[in-house]
């Protein structure tokens, strides 16, 4: 589990300094949001303060992506794990009903998406070997 969150951590730090400093890059925790609120509003309810979408949804991605790589990033397949992550946060968005532009509006978002979740898989397994 250390592993996993830690290279779920790492994707995130990866993500938010990236989305901060340039601009036409991958906006993954957007469609996080829209997916929360969403969700929530099945059960009649919606975050509607920015700050506190914000925070639950990095808590989720932490969480849920650390679990994901836990359990398939500690394998010999951390590459294969981290590649089919990334392309799952780009393909299935518009299949949920998603906006999916934050991702895959352009290919450079699209192989950039793909590329952070690769390196949460690679970080996962850097630290998994590390404990081991």
């Known amino acids: 589990m250390i592993a ?10 990866l993500h938010e ?3 901060k400093n340039f601009d036409n890059v991958p906006q993954v925790h957007k469609v996080g949001e829209e997916a929360l609120n969403k ?3 099945k059960v009649e309810m919606k975050i509607t303060d920015h700050d506190q979408l914000y925070a639950a949804t990095l808590a989720g991605d932490v969480i849920g992506n650390g679990l994901y790589y836990a359990t398939t990033a500690t394998t010999g397949f951390s590459i294969a794990s981290g590649v089919t992550a990334g392309l799952g946060v780009v393909l299935l968005p518009k299949k949920m ?3 999916d532009s934050p991702v895959a509006e352009i ?4 192989v ?6 690769l390196f949460g898989a690679v970080v ?5 070997d ?3």
């Open 124 to 128: 996962t397994k850097l630290i998994y």
């Open 17 to 19: 300094i990236i989305r």
């Open 130 to 132: 590390k404990i081991k």
């Open 39 to 41: 969700a929530l509003n």
């Open 4 to 13: 996993g969150l830690g290279g779920a951590i790492a994707l995130n730090l």
């Open 97 to 99: 009903g998603l906006d």
């Open 107 to 110: 290919n450079q978002k699209k």
């Open 112 to 117: 950039m998406t793909v590329v952070y979740y």
